[in-house]
């Protein structure tokens, strides 16, 4: 069976931040994890490890979260 390498660890860190900021964004706006996730189109346990940075997510889900929460794309990723 083929594994993927792990990420870098740089990418990692970048990951659990850009998780902080979706949770900091979407506490900053009232919402639930629950609400944001029914809003973006996903389902709870994958939009929970996106937001707690253990799983990647595709720019698309990005924009779809980001459009959920009501604020830029650019507040859930800058650095």
């Not at 900091?24 to 189109?41: C, K, M, P, T, Y």
């Not at 595709?58 to 507040?75: E, H, K, N, S, W």
Request: hydrophobic content about 45%; overall charge positive.
């Amino acid at each position: 069976m083929h594994h993927s390498p792990l990420p870098a660890d740089r990418v990692l860190t970048r990951r659990r931040a850009i998780g902080d900021q979706i949770r900091s964004a979407r506490l900053h706006a009232n919402l639930s994890q629950e609400a944001v996730a029914l809003r973006a189109g996903i389902t709870l346990g994958p939009y929970n490890r996106i937001e707690q940075g253990h799983a990647a997510a595709r720019i698309d889900t990005l924009i779809r979260i980001a459009d959920a929460i009501g604020v830029p794309l650019a507040d859930l990723v800058q650095e």
